[in-house]
């Protein structure tokens, strides 16, 4: 039992920047060559292909808006095409805040969108990619949620957090209808990770004092979490499935 995923196809959404880059560079560390998924962030996307190739493996970006489902399509057919048929893991790391709100500033607006990036996205690749798997008789499918979406986050992301928990419901419940097709399902919820998600949406103030609560001491780093991904990817969690791997340093400790 090891790490190694030789010869194995990935598919990482969001695999241009931050987490998702870190989980192409460490599955394709482990030996899995890689699709890399973006949307905006093309020239960070060419870069992790490069680093990826350096490392000895295939890789390839393909661009995607994963809440559209013939963007969706498009990228499965490539997937396919890249994997020979075959894609063996699927990480569903694309998602985003969009912006914070109180419960008075949710609009229909601002929930459709953080539901359609967060959880819709998520249900519309695993249509795409399981069938994929289910033909070959294995598959690894790894969601990233968030603390969020079981400690209910920031008083500011109320659409947010119940978004990452439908994530890691919905591995559960995908668990029961393929689990007897050798498919595994699993989530990873990071915590504070420093990154530019917090660029982006938390000021340094907050940040810093979010990071003061943290048992370990510290931000999560993008690998922390890529290392969780690389280890659901691999022989050693074949009896995993429908579970929630937590990267937070302390923070949260349940389900």
């Known amino acids: 039992m090891s790490f190694r995923i030789e010869g194995k196809v990935a598919l990482v959404t969001g695999g241009g920047r931050d987490i998702g880059r870190a989980c192409c560079l460490e599955l394709a560390a482990n030996g899995a060559d890689v699709v890399v998924n973006y949307h905006s962030s093309s020239e960070s996307a060419l870069e992790t ?3 990826i190739e350096a490392l000895g493996r295939r890789a390839v970006a393909v661009r995607a808006d994963v809440t559209k489902p013939d963007n ?5 057919e490539a997937a396919v095409d890249f994997g020979a048929g075959r894609v063996d893991i699927l990480v569903n790391n694309a998602g985003g805040i969009i912006r914070r709100a109180l419960l008075a500033d949710l609009d229909p607006e601002l929930l459709a969108e953080t539901l359609r990036l967060n959880f819709t996205s998520v249900v519309l690749l695993c249509q795409a990619i399981v069938p994929v798997m289910a033909e070959h008789g294995e598959g690894k499918v790894i ?3 968030s603390v969020a979406g079981h400690n209910g986050g920031a008083p500011t992301t109320p659409h947010y957090g119940p978004a990452k928990a439908a994530v890691s419901n919905f591995a559960r419940t995908l668990t029961k209808e393929f689990g007897g097709r050798n498919i595994q399902v699993n989530s990873v919820a990071p915590g504070i990770i420093d990154n530019r998600f917090h660029e982006d949406h938390t000021p340094p103030e907050m940040f810093e004092k979010l990071v003061s609560g943290v048992p370990l001491a510290r931000a999560g780093t993008n690998e ?3 290392g969780a991904v690389a280890f659901l990817a691999s022989p050693n969690a074949d009896y995993i499935s429908g579970d929630v791997i937590h990267v937070n340093g302390g923070l949260y400790f349940g389900q």
């Open 143 to 145: 969601n990233i949620s």
């Open 224 to 226: 922390d979490v890529a």
């Open 49 to 51: 292909v490069a680093e």
């Open 72 to 76: 969706i399509l498009a990228l499965k």
